[in-house]
């Protein structure tokens, strides 16, 4: 029983032989490696955290960039909506007019030919 090693336990001294002194350090020194393991990764956790932070911020920057580009897009879109259908408008008020004109230059001169005015003039 007395072969058996004690768990390591910082507030109890350890027995002042020297075999007792020679595990005990070496306990120490792989506590104290595993330590400085340990801290070394959660220095590179908190440097990965920071770089997402940072890539996070960027990518917010250019989600609000997008957001101003559709709004800009949209109203482009709009104002060219707007403008080809006053084009399209203005192209069919065309047609129609000279629709109108053109009737107007083939029927009148009907109305106004002798042959028509001697069938309206004996009606």
Known sequence: M???EQ????????GSST?????GNS??????AQIDD????????INKV??????IDALGSKA?????????????ANKVRKDMWWK?????????????????VIIVPIGKSPRCLSVLSTA
């Open 7 to 14: 768990p390591y336990d910082p507030y109890i001294p350890s």
């Open 38 to 45: 340990t801290v070394g990764v959660m220095r590179e956790n």
């Open 19 to 23: 075999a007792a002194a020679g595990p």
């Open 50 to 55: 920071a770089d997402r932070g940072d890539k």
């Open 2 to 4: 007395a072969d058996r």
């Open 64 to 76: 609000d960039n997008l957001v101003h580009s559709t709004r800009e897009f949209r109203r482009g």
């Open 88 to 104: 399209d408008m203005k192209m069919r008020m065309c047609l129609v007019v000279g629709i109108i004109i053109l009737l107007v």
């Open 27 to 32: 306990r120490t020194a792989a506590l104290q």
